[in-house]
């Protein structure tokens, strides 16, 4: 299963680090990234494609970035 | 008024009711250790002997205190050293704050003397971390640090701080800070909390298993009341085992590896569990597809990303135990539970019956849970045990008969061997009640260091070394599951006496029966620090087990 992740964040460096570091520890491969730092509204726009994760290991990585202090927002949808 | 960095970081840690700070120092922390030296009288400064020694002193505050414990390191070794205690912090949700050196700023990237990244170690086992490289962000980010260690689930802050902003000057002006990404706890509302109690209500076999989360929310009181109401039986968790007591008469033992024999088959058999501040750790539910299969889990956390992590949750709870408990307890109906309850009775009388028989077979030896028994019974369960890792650990938190609320402190979720010593440096500091280190012959080399930090502060901690000249956990497995092949297990030890002397703390070995009562008498009498190190039989074993992959009721009790 292939979904895209959305995230909203305070604009710091750290912020790319801590989700790819969860990311690492849970072993999950992800197929693409992007971050876009935004000087003027000072947040930045990360997008994230991971793949090959069931329901609940989707669910359960999810609440485990939203704890990640910087971040403001997140949701996912299933893109495959 | 213009300030130091140093300056403004001691003001916040005061505007933080810091009272203490186990620390060494360093180069690269000198400014922060030169301003301190100007408010010796306000903030307590421990020196311990190594880092790690800080780390797991500061947890032993904040586990007893039920506030962030802070260190103080310097930079590169300095902040390495901390590693264990950080992850072991993480892993046990623990409030702390560590404030770490770093190289001026104009270094940072340069492998600059003592230079290491600390954000980048340190970021997988932080609830947050942050590296300050001018003078005027300190008060706001001390603020933030304490504010994100305490609050909804604690956990360990890093705050590195550059040479550079500790010497350079600010306008100083008090900060607080709130983050509201974290002041959101859920609305219980009345329909779901009827809801919840519905389930509770019409449930037959009922089981409550309780974790730290009891204690961080202090929520011991509110647990005794619920069960008493619902008449539903209580179990712990490791970290939960002194969240309620015998004096329950609901108390039915502990889960998990090491537990009781009677809570642990019977998860296999209730028809509800409710995990209060608990995360269904592997050693809590053994294999994973086969436990408690025949009930509805009701998982109260105030952390949602434990909620449906292990185990699949039939009504996942965000929010603080203690509001929850309070919240629910009108809708509660109590309800005749006499045939369950009386379960866990029969099937703790076969593990009694175990029990005698190990005893009956050892009636000449002296072993650890004898010890730590006879310690629980001399002390009258009123004292604070700080249990280092492995057989110790299992028997300390098995056979002390714990009477005061929060008074088991152990490494859980890391396994920390070496944690006890100087978590109950922490432990005495925070407490007037005493404290008893329970630890190992293996654990007590790891960080024997912290004896130095007793001496000099005169602190009057019990230390109580199980020796049984192995790594007796290890051993175990190495018996039960490897054909007794005791691969580098075994200890040459030194002598702890003369060690303990060199620290000029008394100390006493026993290795015959009959001197175990009249000693343990002197050790708990003693108002000074205290080693007694008693020879326990080495090829003895912690039962009941579940072994590594097993389901809860495959619990072997021999």
């Known amino acids: ?80 | 008024m213009k300030i130091t960095g140093a300056e403004a970081l001691i003001k916040s840690l005061l505007l933080e009711k810091v009272e203490v700070i186990f620390g060494y120092p360093g180069g690269a922390i000198m400014p922060v250790y030169d301003a301190l030296y100007h408010y010796q009288d306000k903030i307590k400064h421990i020196l311990v002997r190594h880092e790690q020694g800080a780390v797991h002193a500061a947890e032993g505050y904040a586990r007893i205190s039920r506030k962030p414990g802070v260190c103080f390191t310097t930079s590169g070794p300095g902040a390495t050293n901390l590693v264990t205690g950080i992850a072991d912090a993480m892993m046990d949700s623990v409030p702390l704050v560590c404030i770490t050196g770093q190289v001026a700023s104009s270094l940072l990237g340069s492998d600059a003397f003592q230079e290491t990244d600390v954000i980048g170690i340190t970021t997988p086992i932080t609830k947050w971390n942050y590296q300050i490289i001018n003078a005027q962000e300190i008060p706001e980010i001390i603020s933030k640090a304490f504010y994100i260690a305490s609050k909804g689930r604690p956990g360990p802050v890093v705050i590195d701080i550059t040479k550079n902003a500790q010497i350079e000057e600010l306008d100083y002006k008090p900060k607080k800070i709130f983050i509201e990404k974290l002041e959101k706890t859920n609305k219980l509302e009345k329909n779901k909390l009827k809801e919840i109690a519905e389930i509770i209500n019409s449930s037959e076999k009922p089981l409550i298993v309780a974790g730290h989360g009891v204690l961080i929310s202090n929520a011991e009181n509110e647990l005794n009341i619920f069960s008493k109401k619902a008449k539903i039986p209580i179990a712990v968790t490791l970290h939960g085992v002194s969240s309620t007591n015998k004096d329950n008469p609901y108390y039915v033992g502990m889960v998990g590896m090491h537990g009781n024999y009677a809570p642990n088959v019977l998860t296999n058999e209730a028809d509800l569990l409710l995990g209060f501040g608990m995360r269904f750790d592997d050693r809590v539910t053994g294999k994973l597809d086969r436990y408690a299969k025949n009930a509805k889990i009701i998982h109260v956390d105030i952390d949602a990303s434990e909620h449906n992590k292990n185990v699949k949750t039939y009504f996942p709870v965000l929010s603080d135990l203690k509001y929850f408990l309070k919240n629910i307890l009108p809708y509660i109906k109590s309800k005749n539970r006499k045939n369950w309850i009386e379960k866990f009775k029969q099937l703790d009388e076969i593990e009694k019956k175990y029990e005698k028989k190990r005893y009956k077979k050892y009636e000449n030896k002296i072993t650890s849970d004898l010890v730590i028994k006879k310690l629980s019974e001399l002390t009258k369960g009123k004292a604070i045990v700080v249990a280092d890792v492995g057989q110790n650990q299992m028997f300390a938190a098995r056979y002390y008969d714990f009477k005061l609320n929060n008074s088991f402190i152990s490494s859980g979720g890391l396994g920390t061997m070496g944690f006890s010593l100087p978590a109950s440096i922490g432990a005495k500091i925070a407490s007037k009640n005493d404290v008893y280190a329970v630890v190992g012959d293996g654990g007590f080399q790891m960080t024997i260091q912290e004896l130095g930090t007793i001496m000099q502060e005169k602190l009057p901690i019990k230390i109580l070394i199980l020796n049984n000249q192995y790594l007796g956990m290890v051993r175990q497995w190495q018996e039960l599951f490897f054909s007794k092949r005791y691969s580098f297990t075994y200890l040459k030890n030194p002598n702890f006496i003369q060690i303990a002397q060199g620290y000029n703390i008394q100390s006493k070995k026993i290795n015959k029966k009959q001197d175990l009562e009249k000693e343990l008498k002197k050790f708990i009498k003693s108002k000074k620090p205290y080693v007694l190190e008693v020879m326990v039989e080495a090829e003895h074993n912690v039962f009941p087990m579940i072994p590594a992959g097993n389901a809860v009721d495959e619990i072997r009790l021999e």
């Open chain 1, 1 to 80: 299963m292939k979904y895209q992740i959305n995230i909203i964040a305070e604009n710091q460096q750290i912020v790319v680090y801590r989700i790819i570091n969860l990311f690492l520890k849970k072993k999950i491969f992800i197929e693409k990234i992007e971050a876009n730092f935004n000087e003027k509204e000072n947040f930045s726009k990360i997008l994230i494609i991971i793949k090959n994760l069931n329901q609940n290991m989707i669910e359960t990585t999810i609440k485990q970035i939203n704890k990640i202090i910087e971040i403001k927002k997140i949701n996912y949808k299933k893109i495959l």
